[in-house]
């Protein structure tokens, strides 16, 4: 798999938002990677990457991250590699990872669970693995005054900052900015490295979704749903047309971006998207998650600290705040 956060078109996308992007390639490996943080230390952000085909060379990759983390005066490197890179079939990931110095990174970023559609399946055997509900929806919703249309207009991606905006307060969740998402689709969607998909009733969007393309794989990114009509489903054709979509396109792999672990409840993140992806068919796929690699010892020590009195501060205000609302309530 070819991830798009370590794509040109995403090292593009993040210097027009003014980060610093730092790229590098050796024998068998790669990687892009940001500068992040700011007053309690800085680090380099490496997302799903460095990409490596062997132990040895995600060796070389971490070296040179950690030389490029050096230059730029950062605390640790975070990363997050699809591969563990054991040295033998009895090592984990995790302890090959341990092994290396690395620590389990006190924020998981990027999801550690995923559900993997491969695309080079016949289109009739892509349907057949999804619920009959998905196949029944996008063969009959025509029928219903719903129409699926791909927009190659970034302007576009106003009808899925509404959606999102009533869905984010309905559910009381946090979403990416309004003004990240539009660079994203000014950046990302003219470079073909990002669609927007509209399902329409009588001609008005009522539901809308972002995916992001890189070399061989389509991520289903970000989707939401007029309210209004939500009887309809028409999340669900929509997702199914942009897998078909994605297949005819040429693409090997469709990431649903994101799903709960097995035996997961409630209280994991990701619990109340898990069923309905893995409705579109596909197999689990787990990684190691975020890892951070110290590059300065005290510095990273220093990190922790702020972070962890952060947190605890946040959730001292978090208390008083609860309780405030319950004696107005009283």
């Not at 970000?222 to 009509?229: L, P, V």
Request: aromatic share 10%.
């Amino acid at each position: 798999m070819a991830n798009i956060l370590q794509s040109p078109e995403w090292a593009r996308f993040q210097q027009s938002i003014g980060h610093r992007v730092i790229q590098a390639n050796g024998p068998g490996w790669r990687y892009l990677a940001t500068v992040e943080g700011g007053r309690t230390g800085r680090y380099l952000y490496c997302p799903y990457g460095p990409e490596a085909d062997s132990p040895q060379t995600f060796d070389a990759a971490l070296a040179d991250l950690t030389a490029q983390a050096e230059a730029h005066r950062c605390w640790f490197v975070r990363v997050e590699p699809i591969n563990g890179h054991p040295v033998d079939g009895l090592e984990t990931p995790e302890a090959s990872l341990k092994r290396r110095g690395m620590k389990l990174a006190p924020r998981q970023v990027q999801p550690g669970h995923t559900q993997l559609i491969d695309l080079r399946k016949d289109a009739k055997d892509l349907l057949k693995d999804m619920k009959s509900t998905n196949r029944n929806l996008y063969r009959n919703i025509h029928k219903k005054g719903v129409s699926i249309e791909r927009s190659e207009d970034p302007a576009d991606v106003r009808y899925l900052l509404t959606f999102l905006d009533a869905t984010a307060k309905r559910r009381n969740f946090n979403r990416q900015h309004d003004d990240y998402l539009r660079a994203v689709a000014e950046s990302l969607m003219p470079a073909g490295a990002a669609s927007l998909y509209l399902a329409k009733l009588d001609g008005e969007p009522i539901a809308a979704s972002l995916v992001y393309d890189s070399e061989d794989t389509r991520t289903y990114a970000h989707a939401a749903t007029d309210q209004t009509h939500r009887k309809l489903s028409a999340g669900i054709p929509l997702v199914v047309t942009m897998i078909m979509d994605a297949k005819e396109k040429g693409l090997t792999w469709f990431d649903l971006f994101g799903t709960a672990p097995e035996g997961a409840g409630p209280e994991h993140e990701w619990y109340g998207f898990t069923s309905f992806k893995k409705s579109f068919g596909g197999e689990p796929v787990s990684y190691p998650g975020t890892w951070d690699l110290p590059v300065s010892r005290a510095g990273y020590t220093a990190y922790g600290a702020v972070r962890a009195g952060r947190e605890t501060l946040g959730a001292a205000r978090g208390k008083l705040r609860t309780l405030r609302e319950r004696r107005v309530g009283a």
